[in-house]
């Protein structure tokens, strides 16, 4: 690390929880809008979904996200977000993390707290609120207010910008380096990669004890 660090900015799924039942809703409202916008069944929405992601992945070289599978397969993502969100529950698939929860406190007072996410803002508030730590973070920017999607390194040198830090003193932290933290690198920052939830506290690594 070469610059001192101001703000922390962590992607949310797969980041700050994980989740087999929220991931399970996300398939089925990703399998239920393909086949309803496009008159099929949900065995033929799925494989057309597939056959998609694998494309992109193979011009990518690295797994593409939900969201730019569904732009690249042609659909409105206002309308896809829309649809998606009145029917997830995260309230019903997470757990507040008091672990987390006590840690992220710690940080609050010398770090700037903030969530880079292809979520909505409402997907994301709600999920933060469901693990128990959506007070704790003040910015949240997603794909709907910053018009943009992950990888895209556009969307955190804008984050960064609204944060009131520069880049070099940001640390993007998230479980998909083709995702988190390449795209947040090209844009200047420093990055740390975290399988999950459980290798957060190892940033007292690198920031010291919280």
């Not at 980041?15 to 239920?32: F, I, K, N, P, W």
């Not at 757990?95 to 929860?101: A, K, M, T, V």
């Not at 380096?177 to 795209?183: E, H, N, S, T, Y």
């Amino acid at each position: 690390m070469t610059d001192a660090i101001r703000a922390l900015i962590f992607d949310m799924d797969g980041t700050l929880y994980e989740s087999d039942a929220l991931d399970a809703q996300y398939v089925e409202a990703v399998d239920g809008y393909i086949a309803e916008r496009r008159g099929l069944g949900r065995k033929q929405a799925r494989e057309r979904f597939n056959a998609k992601r694998a494309d992109l992945q193979e011009q990518l070289g690295h797994p593409p996200t939900t969201t730019g599978t569904m732009a690249a397969l042609g659909f409105d993502l206002d309308d896809w977000i829309g649809w998606r969100d009145a029917r997830l529950r995260p309230e019903d698939a997470l757990d507040q993390d008091e672990r987390l929860r006590s840690f992220l406190r710690k940080l609050k007072p010398r770090y700037a707290l903030a969530v880079v996410t292809n979520n909505s803002m409402e997907m994301a508030r709600r999920t933060l609120a469901a693990i128990g730590i959506e007070d704790l973070f003040p910015h949240v920017f997603t794909v709907q207010d910053m018009g943009l999607i992950k990888p895209d390194p556009e969307i955190y040198r804008r984050a960064a910008e609204a944060i009131g830090v520069p880049p070099r003193q940001c640390l993007s932290i998230g479980d998909r380096p083709a995702i988190d933290l390449v795209p947040a690198a090209a844009a200047g920052m420093q990055t740390f990669f975290a399988a999950g939830p459980h290798d957060i506290y190892k940033l007292r690594e690198v920031l010291g004890p919280a």
